[in-house]
């Protein structure tokens, strides 16, 4: 039976099956619209750093072809062979997509999916329909993606632009004068891995998986080069255009007669003297020089002028035209990442999530959002009479809203570096004021430390376990470690360790310390142990 997946959802392939040749089928269509469905290998950056892996009509296998277009079969718009054993080292995800080719909306689509099946049988499905999008034109559907070993991931992010625009987005290029598309492929016999014919066939079926093939070392390749796109309609990028401050005249407009043009910029002009020679400053005093070429004059003084001096023919001072980066370019760096994940960090202080409707909620620090889209609402997430007596008592509560509905939340606090943490059915320790946001979905927690106690408090931490992702914060940039025998931390800079860690109270308080003054300060801290694979999160900062 195959295992439904929903937007964000995510799980290792080998629990989905023990194959590494998959067939990948995409259904999705609507009245009168046109598709491309396409495969990005992406590099570790998540970027198009070799061309030759934008798997889509005109390039329909990559090089060694452990990528392969197979063309629409048994119900489904276009189909994929991934051969997992074949991709290179230097491709660390594979991103699904779907960009419309010609007019329309990803929101005018019906039901759709994207399914696959390994050894005759569809074991993973994710749907969607057009409910979920509205005026974009494309969508990442889902992710083959490397961390530790093969996964897959069911993003249904919209993107604004066409296949273009996620071709650029990803790194790529696009020739300016485009091929013709290769003609049409004839239709083959399905082969053994892929699905039988027909709309409403059952599960592919096909023999077992190929044997492992060696996989090949990453090409030694140069700068890119452009893929051969599909051409598409020239459409003015609007928002994205510089701005560009307008000239003072109109070129090529003659002035008034006996009036000489004016000097291109950078020129001088008719008569005067070549830049970088003194020159008296006009309507200056006997023997002031005018201030060297592309040196500004005071503020609020005309260039080549003295204080307090009007400026001659009632003219102001020349404006130069032309040379700076238009507004775009400048903010181009600081626009929203467009990564398709359930949780995108936009930077090191900033993190955002996308709440789809997939009905999974997430639950935050009070006044930690600072900025949302969509229809998203906001409600009070109290711990209950209980709760709050545990957290008063432990000094973990943790005041938390609770965020739904469909749209994007970014969340921020005091300019805090966060770190969002994938739990995969496992858990950790983190002290309730590093918690920024989590899924709902996560069980959490008071724990209490062992020990015999320690000065002041902090005796309690919080434990999170389950599926779904934790974001944490810190002040500064945090450091990660194995726990070793002898690994002692300060009790007011640990941020975080794995809940298979043993934690021990270790306190150096004596009377003969406190009885005289100029003690190290360094009296409590926390001991931990456990078995390989163990760690702690420290800040450069106490608390």
């Not at 995409?26 to 009245?31: E, K, N, R």
């Not at 889509?56 to 990528?67: H, I, T």
């Not at 609402?377 to 709050?388: E, P, S, T, V």
Request: aromatic share 8%; hydrophobic share 35%; glycine share 14%.
């Amino acid at each position: 039976m195959a295992r439904e997946f929903q937007r964000g959802h995510k799980a290792k392939i080998g629990d989905l099956t023990a194959g590494t040749d998959l067939y990948v089928g995409v259904q999705i269509a609507g009245p009168g619209l046109t598709f491309d469905i396409s495969c990005f290998g992406l590099d570790a950056d998540e970027r198009l750093s070799d061309d030759r892996y934008f798997i889509f009509f005109n390039q329909p296998k990559s090089p060694e072809e452990s990528v392969q277009l197979l063309g629409a079969q048994a119900g489904d718009s276009e189909s994929f062979r991934v051969t997992l054993d074949k991709i290179p080292p230097h491709i660390h995800k594979l991103s699904f997509t779907a960009a419309l080719d010609g007019a329309g909306q990803v929101s005018q689509i019906g039901p759709g999916y994207l399914r696959i099946v390994a050894g005759g049988e569809e074991v993973a499905r994710y749907s969607f329909d057009g409910s979920e999008f509205s005026t974009e034109r494309a969508v990442m559907l889902g992710d083959f993606y490397l961390k530790d070993v093969w996964r897959f991931a069911a993003v249904g992010q919209g993107f604004d632009g066409g296949l273009e625009a996620l071709l650029k987005n990803f790194g790529g290029e696009v020739a300016e004068e485009a091929e013709a598309p290769a003609p049409p492929t004839t239709a083959q016999g399905a082969p053994g891995f892929a699905p039988p014919s027909g709309a409403a066939a059952p599960a592919p079926s096909f023999g077992a998986p190929a044997a492992p093939a060696p996989q090949q070392p990453a090409p030694d390749f140069g700068p890119p080069q452009a893929p051969h796109a599909r051409p598409q309609p020239t459409v003015p990028q609007v928002h994205n255009a510089p701005t560009i401050a307008a000239p003072l005249a109109p070129p090529g407009v003659p002035g008034p007669p006996g009036q000489q043009p004016p000097a291109p910029y950078g020129q001088p002009a008719p008569g005067q003297e070549p830049y970088g020679q003194p020159q008296t400053a006009p309507g200056g005093f006997p023997g002031q020089q005018a201030p060297p070429y592309g040196q500004p004059a005071p503020y609020g003084q005309p260039g080549q002028q003295p204080p307090g001096a009007s400026y001659g023919g009632g003219q102001g001072p020349a404006i130069p035209q032309g040379g700076g980066p238009g507004l775009g370019v400048v903010l181009d760096k600081y626009k929203e990442a467009p990564t398709g994940q359930r949780w995108t960090p936009q930077n090191s202080k900033l993190i955002r999530v996308d709440l789809g409707v997939d009905g999974q909620p997430v639950l935050a620090r009070q006044g930690s959002m600072v900025l949302y889209q969509g229809k998203v609402d906001f409600g009070y997430k109290g711990a209950g009479f209980r709760g709050r007596i545990v957290g008063n008592a432990t000094g973990q509560e943790m005041q938390l809203m609770r965020c739904t509905g469909q749209g994007q939340v970014f969340f921020a606090e005091n300019s805090a570096h966060v770190h969002p943490i994938e739990l995969q059915g496992d858990a950790i320790c983190v002290s309730a004021d590093a918690v920024l946001a989590f899924d709902e979905s996560l069980q959490h927690e008071v724990r209490r430390i062992e020990g015999h106690g320690i000065p002041g408090g902090a005796l309690f931490t919080m434990q999170f376990q389950g599926t779904g992702t934790l974001v944490i914060k810190t002040q500064g940039t945090p450091v990660v470690l194995p726990v070793t025998p002898t690994t002692f931390a300060d009790a007011n800079a640990i941020v975080a360790w794995s809940a298979a860690s043993q934690v021990i109270i270790s306190s150096q308080v004596s009377l003969r310390r406190h009885a005289f003054p100029g003690h190290s300060g360094e009296t409590v801290n926390l001991q931990f142990r456990g078995a390989p694979g163990n760690f702690i999160v420290v800040q450069p900062y106490e608390v």
